[in-house]
């Protein structure tokens, strides 16, 4: 069993400027993965930068916070609960117009990598 603690992972500022935990990394954590997990906050009035992951699918599931995401050319309002799927190369971003911080859960299948996650014009 490998078990951590959210406390425990070092806070970062992602590419995209999120505030983000790696939970789960199969190359940092020696385990026997193709994916990574990670926790991510966006602050309220925040958006993430545009991006796109090259190979690579995400998975958001968002635990609190309301905010809108784009993914292509395609726009949604997303809430607590919300599980949504960006396909690999798919240009996104997240935008936190509301009074708290969005969080959620970031799954990357194949793993997260940098040299894989380019910003977008």
């Known amino acids: 069993m490998f078990l951590r603690h959210l406390s425990e992972c070092e806070e970062i500022v992602a590419n995209d400027?999120?505030?983000l935990r790696e939970l789960f990394h199969p190359e940092k954590d020696g385990l026997p993965l193709s994916f990574s997990l990670a926790h991510a906050i966006l602050p309220p009035g925040a958006r993430s930068l545009r991006h796109h992951l090259e190979g690579s699918a995400e998975v958001y599931y968002i635990l609190n916070g309301r905010g809108v995401m784009h993914v292509g050319e395609?726009?949604?309002?997303?809430g607590p609960g919300d599980t949504l799927l960006i396909p690999a190369g798919a240009v996104q971003f997240l935008e936190n117009p509301g009074p708290e911080e969005?969080?959620?859960l970031a799954l990357v299948e194949p793993a997260w990598e940098a040299h894989r996650d380019h910003r977008a014009e």
Do not use: P
């Open 74 to 78: 395609e726009s949604r309002a997303v």
């Open 17 to 19: 400027l999120t505030r």
């Open 102 to 104: 969005i969080h959620f």
